[in-house]
């Protein structure tokens, strides 16, 4: 949800804002300095993709930029306009989520991960398409779609 122009006073006035550290972050940590967010966030840049449709026929590139347990930042081009429901692939980790985006500025978006699926056991047929492209691109992408490291 946007802050009012008095809400991000505040958080100016309050938070400790660096050169490089943005609202986002400033609203994540507040003005103690401590982290808000309920679960830890790991630094990533990771090739993803994302999948929209009926049967997951749109796609867009993008990167994953951060992952928690439940939630992403993904980098995608800003003139993509997110759908309420998404597939997340994740190359490298073999996974794909299904997801819903919670914020988007400019060419970054927030996305909650739904639920899990480990494309090496897919039990979702629905999810076939995505299975498919992550066979036929991670290779490309990572040292090898079975896990290995690169």
């Not at 439940?70 to 597939?87: D, E, T």
């Not at 914020?103 to 299975?131: C, F, I, T, Y």
């Not at 492209?133 to 990572?142: D, N």
């Amino acid at each position: 949800m946007p802050m009012s122009p008095e809400q991000l006073e505040s958080l100016r006035a309050s938070a400790p804002l660096r050169p490089g550290v943005s609202v986002e972050t400033a609203r994540a940590f507040g003005p103690s300095g401590v982290e808000r967010r309920a679960e830890p966030r790991t630094p990533t840049n990771i090739p993803a993709r994302l999948f929209y449709g009926a049967k997951y026929e749109g796609w867009i590139d993008c990167v994953i930029k951060d992952r928690s347990a439940k939630g992403a930042k993904i980098q995608a081009p800003a003139v993509f306009q997110l759908s309420r429901k998404l597939v997340l692939l994740d190359y490298r980790a073999g996974e794909a989520f299904l997801a819903q985006p919670r914020w988007r500025k400019n060419d970054l978006a927030g996305l909650w991960l739904e639920v899990r699926h480990d494309l090496r056991e897919l039990q979702d047929p629905s999810l076939e398409p995505v299975r498919q492209a992550w066979l036929a691109l991670a290779p490309g992408l990572v040292s090898a779609p079975d896990g290995g490291e690169g």
